[in-house]
């Protein structure tokens, strides 16, 4: 099956297969270089969002009040759905990746379009969340102007005390916001790139580009999708799950 | 469709390589063919779908703890379990769905070098956020009270360097 795709014999003068950059001697070296790329990429990555973890744990150490405080005006189940969302978005890329390693082109294209769709479906959900946040004033620095509204929602929503009056609100609840947006702005625009990389690989799909010798693309864009994944796994319970 | 299940099994026989392919088998695999795990060109391990559902199975019932175990108040606890559990569903993801567990282990050092350094960085700011710990105590003991700090600051005063004032306004010293 693949006599015929195996060499292309171009203006060169040699042939080889296709896909293989003039830099490396087998399509595997070239595989085993991208996947030190990529994974060292991953590394920077996890530095590079390591800061705004740093700032949340240092105003969350100093300030635990503001914390408590702000996290009645996020919504929790919108949080966890998001995480299932991403969890099963991994998946299906995993298996993606997999229908690229033995060759089934069809599977992966609807693998590809099953994790774009869940892409879309985190976003969507963001957009909710981040419409709430704007109409209630719940915004960073300057734009933090708590509704009535937002208060009466956030605090009085589904308790059952007669007591549940809201309490006192400590200074700065704006800090909390302006992690917030930094943490899940960033993270949403990783999943945002990810969709276009996604995209571009169901591009080649259908292209026919990929097969069991070369699949490098699919892995390493679904190692940058799990990345995003793993980020997430650690937001929902820092920020939905303070309680 | 049954393709997306079944373990494509792949050409019967690898011949003669052609140039740029390798020849690469996985070390103790003597059969010249990919099988269900091992992909005919070395390039790596290929996961049975069995084994990603049941991680993805796992990561699902693991956020369903997650969520349950905010319910219990364990006062400080409740984050570091959080924590603790997300740390397990992180290496889940990193170990199947990002193949750790079969890549060379470089690649298992790389990633692990880039976590101890976050952990350097995030401890090493805590501790010394932890040293203000007094400082903020005592503005939110004044934020409490509600008196405004009056803030002292000694005026420069150019001639006489020896005169720090204090007294909110500088003293209307003329002159030079």
Redesign the interface.
Known sequence: ??DTA??SPDEHG????PH?AHH??????Q??AG??GM??F???E??FF?GL??AY??YR???PEIFVYASHFLD?TWG?IN??VL??S??T???G???A????R??LI?CLWLTILCGFGFMAIKYVEYKGKWEHGLLWGQGYQPTEEAIEHAFSHGHGDSHAEHPVEP?NVRTFFAVYFCLTGLHGIHVLVGIGLLFWLLFRAYRGDFS??Y??PV?FI??YW?VV??IW??L???LY??? | MSSITDPTPLHATVTEPQTGYGHEHDPGDDSPVGDAHHSPYGMGHISSWQTLVKVWVALMLLTILTVMATWVNLGTLNIWIAMGIAFVKATLVVLYFMHMRHNKPFLAYLFTFSLAFVAFFLGMVMLDSKSYQPDIERRMLDDNQQTPIKQVIPAIVPSTPAAPTKTETPPAKTGH
């Open positions: 099956m693949s195996a060499h040699h042939d080889h297969p293989l490396f001697d087998t399509l595997k070296q595989f085993e996947k030190l994974w060292a991953i590394a920077q996890i530095l390591s973890f740093c744990a240092v150490f100093n300030h929790t966890a995480t299932c969890l099963f991994s998946l890329m995993a298996w990746v997999r229908c390693q033995i060759g089934d069809k599977s609807l200074s069991p010798q699949f490098a892995d679904g190692l799990h994944d793993l796994i650690f929902f319970p820092l799950l303070i309680h």
